[in-house]
């Protein structure tokens, strides 16, 4: 029977058939060993000469990393083994040899593995990766379909910018301007008072001249979009989503997270209700510690791990001054200089994972903010109708889905978080 890696426990002491390619190969004269792997996990193939036909035998032999195979065995139960399993290989058929494979084992340097994307993903540390990433991909479908949430697509190509102008992709669209989508947020309102409880998740471009290890220039983000719900109500959704992705990681991803040497405490530990602290208390945090930070600043990398290395769980930080937000968050009624919106920073220096706020509802103010941001009440007619045509209180976020997997692998650089990183530098492969 024709299995994948991921079935064997179901086949203990069966004879099966496994496509495969070759991982890593170890051989004394009498006994091969090969890692197989199939792009469902990992399993060790061992091949014991007096006991298998002399063409298998000598296929083995010939076979080099990469190879692709279909290799036949018996699945044992080995508690030894990582993925609790062996296959004792009975018969073994090359698919093709593979030649001059340039991924070895030993070290390359980043430039050389980022050249080999397409190679590079076929490792064991980017399989574990991309698997999480998998996996927190269907939590954040099962999640917002648990909480009766719709899923919506908000348009890539655009007339306008949702997040200032600044990092915009321009295209040609026949003959009007367009741009790539910096966030779907602006339509997800639009959706939000059609709708309800609405999300979407997709891709999102900013041409930003940053080369940092936060920073892609094409990444996944989910932006839920919530009518009749405030600032506050919002954060405890926002709390419950990322306690829900962390735990699903767990429970679904042991082997991945013990590949990655993630310490799975401190996953544990990622359960709602997070700590919130106002921008006011981070700034004097800051300057108490010495950073050169005055109010009215944003945070730079440094500035939010510092914050976060006070708490052990994600942290929010509220209230920030107004002049260094987007134009559509609502002021705090308390006091007209912040507004009422908050980053999630993630803890271990991973930096925000969120960004999210309750939104101007009233038509007066949002029209003032049209005039100071020299934003075009034409271009954006339709997102002015929505507050004219039966305007309610609403909030909404967007969680950055490769930082958040960069964190939960305890990945340093997002670059292997996405299966193909577009950076500053880099459009290949
Ligand atoms: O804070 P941002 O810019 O917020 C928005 O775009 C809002 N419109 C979202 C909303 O309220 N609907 O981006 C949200 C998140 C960030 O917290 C970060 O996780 C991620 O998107 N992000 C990036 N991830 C990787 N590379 C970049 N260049 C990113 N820019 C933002
Ligand atoms: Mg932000």
Request: with cysteine; net charge negative; charged share 25%.
């Amino acid at each position: 029977m024709k299995i994948t890696i991921s079935q064997v426990g179901q086949h203990v002491e069966e004879t099966v058939t496994i496509g495969a390619w070759l991982y890593i190969k170890r051989s004394s004269g009498k006994i091969q060993f090969l890692q197989l792997r199939d792009g469902t996990g990992f399993i060790q193939g061992v091949m014991v000469k007096k006991e298998i036909d002399e063409e298998s035998w000598e296929a083995a032999k010939q076979i080099t990393q990469e190879s692709s195979l279909y290799v036949t065995g018996i699945v044992r139960q080995d508690d030894r083994a990582p993925s609790g399993y062996e296959l004792t290989i009975t018969k073994l058929e090359v698919i093709q040899v593979a030649q001059d494979y340039p991924i070895s084992p030993k070290e390359h340097g980043t430039e050389f593995l980022m050249d080999h994307r397409h190679l590079w993903i076929r490792s064991k540390r980017q399989h574990a990766i991309l698997k999480i990433r998998s996996e927190i991909i269907n939590a954040v479908y099962r999640f917002f379909d648990q909480n009766g949430f719709l899923k919506i697509d908000p348009p890539i190509l655009t007339p306008t910018s949702a997040e200032g102008t600044t990092n915009l992709f321009h295209t040609k669209y026949f003959d009007e301007d367009a741009f790539l989508s910096q966030s779907g947020q602006l339509y997800m309102e639009a959706a939000a008072m059609a709708l309800g409880k609405v999300y979407s998740f997709g891709p999102t471009f900013r041409a930003e001249k940053s080369k940092t290890r936060r920073h892609l220039i094409e990444f996944w983000m989910i932006e839920p979009e919530m009518a009749f719900m405030d600032h506050e109500e919002s954060l405890v959704v926002q709390e419950n989503f990322v306690t829900y992705i962390a735990q699903q990681v767990i429970e679904n991803c042991p082997l991945e997270l013990e590949v990655l040497e993630r310490d799975v405490e401190k996953l544990k530990n990622i359960q709602a209700p997070f700590p919130r602290i106002t921008y006011d208390e981070a700034i004097k945090l800051l300057q108490e510690k010495g950073h050169e930070i005055k109010w009215g600043d944003d945070f730079g990398a440094p500035d939010e791990t510092a914050i976060a290395d006070h708490f052990s769980k994600p942290v929010f930080i509220t209230h920030y001054p107004k002049d260094i937000k987007a134009f559509y968050m609502k002021p705090d009624p308390n006091r007209e200089d912040v507004v009422l919106c908050a980053d999630l920073i993630a803890p271990e220096g991973y930096g925000e994972i969120i960004g999210g706020s309750q939104r101007i509802d009233d038509p007066e103010l949002m029209a003032e903010r049209f005039s100071e941001h020299q934003l075009s009440p034409e271009t954006y007619k339709w997102y002015l109708d929505l507050r004219k045509y039966g305007t309610v209180p609403h909030s909404g976020f967007g969680l950055g889905l490769e930082r958040t997997v960069a964190w939960i692998t305890g990945t340093d650089h997002v670059r292997e978080t996405i299966p193909f990183p577009r950076l500053l530098n880099r459009l290949y492969p």
